[in-house]
Every structure is written in C-alpha cells, then in structure tokens.
C-alpha cells in the first residue's frame, strides 16, 4: 500500500504503479481496463490515502473484548 500510494504521488499512473508491484509480465496477461490487478492497484491507492487522511487513527484505536 505504502508503494502504491507513494507511486501515486508521484504522478505515476496505475499501471506503472501495477508494473511495480506486480511485474511486467503479469500485467501483460490480460486486457488492463478489465485486470483483477487494476482494481487491485486502484483500491491499494485509494485505501493508503484514506490513512493518510487520518484513518491510520483506526489502527490505534485499543478493541476491547466483550
């Protein structure tokens, strides 16, 4: 995720930032716009900015057991 969401502020686009992750060769198996990797990279992206913006507190957050 930390990769992902770095590559994306960069200005890499999702499939550099799947080419990354990923491997060239796995991403030259299918037709991008329809990858299971695409949606794959797009969620990473989208989840490491959600904790940039403050929903890494979640991950603080002490559960207690009922």
Do not use: C, F
């Not at 502020?9 to 299918?30: F, M, P, S, W």
């Amino acid at each position: 995720m930390l990769q992902a969401i770095d590559g994306h502020l960069d200005g890499a686009t999702y499939r550099n930032i799947a080419k990354v992750l990923y491997g060239d060769d796995r991403i030259a198996e299918h037709p991008w716009k329809t990858s299971s990797l695409r949606d794959s990279t797009i969620a990473l992206v989208r989840d490491g900015r959600a904790l940039i913006d403050g929903g890494y507190r979640g991950l603080l957050v002490r559960q207690r057991r009922k």
